[in-house]
């Protein structure tokens, strides 16, 4: 019997996701979710034809989803019996930002990533709810700030199987990088990164004061050569990328290799942020048996939990209190507060949602008077 992926959410990364996998061999139906059934089905068409062009045979099928039904929702992944979840459902985009002007975009960035968690936290948050309702036993993919969502639903027994992109974009480049400088093929190197989304700036040849804390080896062979390619400088190398929604190929191709792993009887070593609840990224085994950290040479996994907390600072995020509560670092809730007004400390899960709708309302204020309508 051929497995069922459902993709939740059809924003800019969802629909790149749904092209991804119209492409794919050996998956039985895409089921595509979201609340707008027009655009929705108008979409699936698109990807359906496209997929054809290039001489696919796509099964794919929407329905319409409302992930603040939770009844209605549970309901529909009780009938769909999915194999695979993938949600990319946030309240808003991460990219807005960049739309308005220079200076008062560099203004809202200061303030970090982090300040943004309610945003991303509280759809992804009624989606664990409605499955937990659902009794669902399959696999749950989350793409909106896997890293810190993940932990905040692992305090509240709501944790998916693992998130997709941000760490998993940095380790190709380390790879490809590795692999010339040794003058061996790619497919001949392995490397076991563990880091946080906090360190992609850096990772891409952003300018930062600080570099996030990581651990970083590479193979050949089988043997240590991190050292040898010195793997610290290709990690931290200059690697312009094409910034804003273009992004969104780059993490749709992780999100489509890990769910080809998934359904594959072989498995792979990949890396995926936020696996079973753990804050940042890590090395994983994937296979039809989910998604476990991998063991790491010179690494215990506690080792890796301790210079992922220590990361989540960077993106504006002091720590995780036992029962979700998000603390943001001063210098963040300082600088979200001077510049929309928006003034949150702490974030307990339960007001994520409140603090979302103000938060876009500021933004989309803030926008406005900058002359932009967002």
């Not at 693992?162 to 093929?185: F, H, Y």
């Not at 690697?239 to 489509?256: D, E, K, Q």
């Not at 603390?327 to 702490?346: E, I, K, N, Q």
Request: hydrophobic fraction near 45%; proline fraction near 9%; include cysteine.
């Amino acid at each position: 019997m051929t497995p069922t992926v459902m993709l939740i959410g059809l924003g800019g990364l969802g629909s790149v996701i749904l092209e991804l996998l119209a492409r794919e061999e050996g998956l039985g139906e895409i089921v595509v979710a979201s609340r707008d059934a027009a655009r929705g089905t108008a979409r699936c068409n698109l990807a359906r034809l496209g997929a054809l062009a290039q001489g696919a045979l796509p099964a794919i099928r929407f329905t319409p989803l409302d992930l603040n039904n939770l009844e209605a929702v549970a309901e529909t992944v009780r009938q769909e019996a999915p194999d695979i979840i993938l949600s990319t459902a946030t309240m808003q985009t991460w990219w807005l930002p960049d739309l308005l002007p220079p200076e008062q975009a560099a203004a809202i960035k200061r303030a970090g990533f982090g300040v943004w968690l309610p945003i991303h936290l509280t759809l992804t948050m009624k989606l664990m709810q409605a499955l937990r309702d659902a009794d669902y036993r399959g696999l749950t993919l989350t793409a909106p700030f896997p890293d810190v969502v993940n932990p905040i639903l692992g305090r509240l027994g709501l944790a998916p199987s693992a998130g997709v992109g941000n760490l998993d974009e940095i380790v190709p480049k380390v790879r490809l990088l590795s692999a010339a400088r040794l003058g061996v093929p790619l497919e001949a190197v392995r490397v076991f990164l563990v880091a946080h989304h906090a360190l992609e700036p850096a990772a891409f040849g952003e300018p930062v004061d600080e570099v996030p804390p990581y651990f970083l080896r590479v193979e050949h062979g089988g043997q240590d050569v991190t050292d040898a390619v010195c793997a610290d400088e290709l990690l931290l190398a200059p690697y312009p990328v094409t910034s804003g929604p273009a992004t969104h190929f780059l993490t749709a191709g992780c999100a489509v290799r890990l769910i080809r792993a998934l359904l594959s009887p072989g498995g792979a070593l990949l890396h995926t942020p936020g696996p079973h609840g753990l804050p940042g990224g890590y090395p994983v085994v994937v296979g039809p048996n989910g998604v476990q950290p991998a063991p790491v040479e010179g690494l215990t996994l506690a080792e890796a939990v301790a210079i992922n907390e220590r990361s989540h600072r960077f993106d504006g995020i002091e720590r995780i209190e036992p029962d979700g509560t998000a603390v943001f670092s001063p210098w963040a809730a300082d600088a979200l507060r001077d510049t929309l007004g928006h003034d949150c400390r702490m974030l307990p899960p339960a007001d994520a949602e409140g603090r979302a709708q103000e938060l876009i309302a500021r933004f989309r204020e803030f926008a406005a008077r900058h002359g932009v309508r967002v």
